[in-house]
């Protein structure tokens, strides 16, 4: 068996988590018919202290659901350059709600309240009408990066005083309570919409969830029918999320230990570029300026150990609880083999 790094979506449901599926509880979503799923967005919206939540089958759908519900065609959002709902949602912020992204030159994928300051315009007819503020935590490409809440606090209180909206992609919210100690209801209460994911760490086979008020999670629903979202014995996966999500928060703690771990083996290899105290959670950044990370990783696959190659010369390594303590020294020292060989 390989040693899979190359994300947290790889993950499988573990067997008390497929049991917890087959005896799930289920009915028409799309009538509001499914207990499972009513329950996992009531659980959802609790440990958020938002007031609803609504189950997608996907953090992009989450995401985008949220910008369509906060803002109108035309609209102009902020976001950093790097988030995920810029650079890897296909398009949709312009397909699907018509917004246009200014981005904004985050570092690790994390800005302040005087780069949103910056941005903001005289509402005049010539400019788009700002509606929207995006914040990602932690950040994927920033490398797991986790925003301070001073900054969220900071960047939220302005937020107000200007009348925009601000949503939270907390797809690895987890991540970041769990490395602070901050809980997600801290974090979220900054926010007028928070989109996570069930299917990443947390080890959920489907899902992810959008919260915030009742009324722009009704109009959040409505776009998620209207996207092809509404599902109907959906509770068979809302049972592996709320088994997920009682069930596997903690234990993230571990993927943070083998990632860091991961890190400090790594950095003391020649050929890599990596500070270990840069990890916060369960990604790291591999920069490789030697080599291609295409090649590099092609011949890391071939060796036994799976990662992505996010540009020319880095390479992304991700912990998961598909990831075992011991596998991380058999990693390091493939690793080793490889770039000797290379
Ligand atoms: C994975 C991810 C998402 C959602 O991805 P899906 O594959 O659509 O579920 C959203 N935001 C971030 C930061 C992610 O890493």
């Known amino acids: 068996m390989p040693i899979d790094l190359r994300s947290d979506t790889i993950t499988q449901p573990t067997p008390a988590m497929r049991e917890a599926m ?128 001073d900054r969220i606090r900071e960047i939220a209180e302005l937020c107000r005083r200007h009348d925009l909206r601000v949503h939270l992609d907390g797809a690895r919210l987890w991540n970041a309570s769990v490395a602070t100690g901050i809980s997600e209801r801290d974090y979220a209460a900054h926010f007028d919409s928070v989109s996570v994911c069930f299917s990443k760490g947390l080890g959920a086979p489907v899902g992810s969830a959008l919260c915030g008020t009742r009324e722009t999670i009704a109009r959040a629903r409505r776009f998620r029918k209207m996207y092809g979202g509404g599902m109907r014995q959906a509770g068979i996966i809302a049972a592996g999320a709320l088994y997920a999500l009682e069930h596997h928060r903690q234990r993230l703690s571990e993927d943070h230990a083998n990632a860091r771990a991961l890190a400090q083996g790594l950095s003391r290899l020649p050929g890599v570029e990596l500070d270990p105290d840069s990890v916060q959670t369960n990604m790291l950044f591999i920069r490789v300026p030697k080599f291609p990370a295409a090649t590099l990783v092609r011949s890391l696959d071939e060796a036994g150990v799976r990662v992505l190659a996010v540009g020319p010369d880095t390479i992304r390594a991700v912990t998961s609880l598909m990831v075992l303590p011991a596998d991380i020294p058999a990693a390091v020292k493939i690793f080793e083999s490889v770039l000797k060989r290379a």
């Open 22 to 149: 087959a005896s799930a509880e289920v009915g028409d979503d799309v009538f509001g018919d499914d207990p499972t799923v009513a329950r996992l967005e009531a659980r959802v919206a609790e440990i958020l202290g938002k007031e609803a939540a609504l189950f997608t089958p996907s953090g992009t759908m989450a995401n985008q659901l949220a910008l369509r519900a906060q803002t109108h065609a035309g609209d102009e959002i902020l976001i950093d350059a790097n988030a995920h709902i810029y650079y890897y949602e296909s398009g949709a912020p312009a397909a699907l709600a018509g917004v246009m992204c200014r981005c904004l030159p985050g570092v690790r994928g994390i800005f302040s309240a005087a780069d949103v300051e910056s941005a903001l315009r005289p509402s005049d007819q010539h400019f788009p009408p700002t509606k929207l503020v995006c914040l990602e935590n932690t950040h994927n490409r920033g490398g797991g990066s986790i925003w301070p809440i």
